[in-house]
């Protein structure tokens, strides 16, 4: 039973461009959640996707966006990159529901010069 | 919003000991999740728990959701424990991470 999956693992990007990084769920899970992990910190809450639709988003600005997909899968999207914007960004699937506990992938790290 | 505190944010260990971290919440929660994040930024699910008590291994985990806090402990701790240990509250769907606590086993 395959885990959650992200890709690419590493990225280096400039001020000012545009990513798009991308989770697959684990087998059986239909809601995706994205997170931020500042170095130093806990991950912070961006937005959860279920049924192709964003369900409830954190305190992130619009320049940060995203998608699900028919088969669960997700992206996120960030729109003219800051060096703030530098983190691991994680990716969690669960079933819907607060019963069930959310599993993590293993991130991919951005780094933005 | 719901706050989340863990302590202590730093605890150094030599192999063997054993150690018990605390995260406390600031307002009532549907469940509670503890996590072991490894030195590449995996996170491992260690207990999912919104009450009681479960052990695995030489971990366990104790949840009293009415007075707000968990209490992870660490029996007979290895090299290989070391790294950082969040606990996370489950509000509307969503994890709210507390800030972590950083452990490092010594042979």
């Known amino acids: 039973d395959a885990g959650v999956t992200q890709s690419p693992t590493h990225l280096i990007k400039t001020r000012g461009q545009q990513v798009t990084l991308r989770c697959s769920p684990k087998?059986?899970?239909?809601?995706v959640s994205w997170y931020q992990q500042a170095l130093g910190q806990g991950p912070q809450f961006i937005f959860q996707y279920y049924e192709e639709e964003e369900r409830q988003r954190g305190n992130f600005p619009d320049r940060f966006s995203g998608h699900q997909f028919p088969n669960y899968s997700s992206e996120l999207n960030v729109n003219a990159l800051l060096l703030g914007d530098s983190a691991l960004y994680l990716c969690?699937?669960?079933?819907?529901?607060?019963?069930?506990?959310?599993?993590f992938g293993p991130g991919t790290r951005l780094t933005v010069t | 919003g719901i706050q989340v505190e863990q302590s202590p944010p730093d605890l150094i260990l030599q192999e063997g000991a054993n150690s018990t971290l605390r995260c406390n919440f600031s307002?009532?929660?549907?469940?509670l999740q503890w996590f072991h994040q490894n030195p590449w930024g995996q996170l491992i699910n260690l207990f999912y728990?919104?009450?009681g008590t479960k052990q695995n291994g030489r971990l366990s985990a104790t949840t009293v959701a009415t007075e707000r806090y968990s209490l992870l402990y660490i029996s007979s701790s290895q090299t290989t424990d070391s790294g950082v240990y969040f606990c996370?509250?489950?509000?509307?769907?969503?994890?709210?991470f507390g800030t972590g606590t950083r452990l490092q086993v010594f042979p």
């Open positions: 087998s059986g899970h239909d809601t």
């Open positions: 996370a509250a489950v509000n509307t769907d969503k994890l709210i």
């Open positions: 969690a699937s669960s079933p819907l529901s607060e019963s069930y506990e959310q599993y």
């Open positions: 307002d009532s929660v549907n469940n």
């Open positions: 728990i919104p009450s």
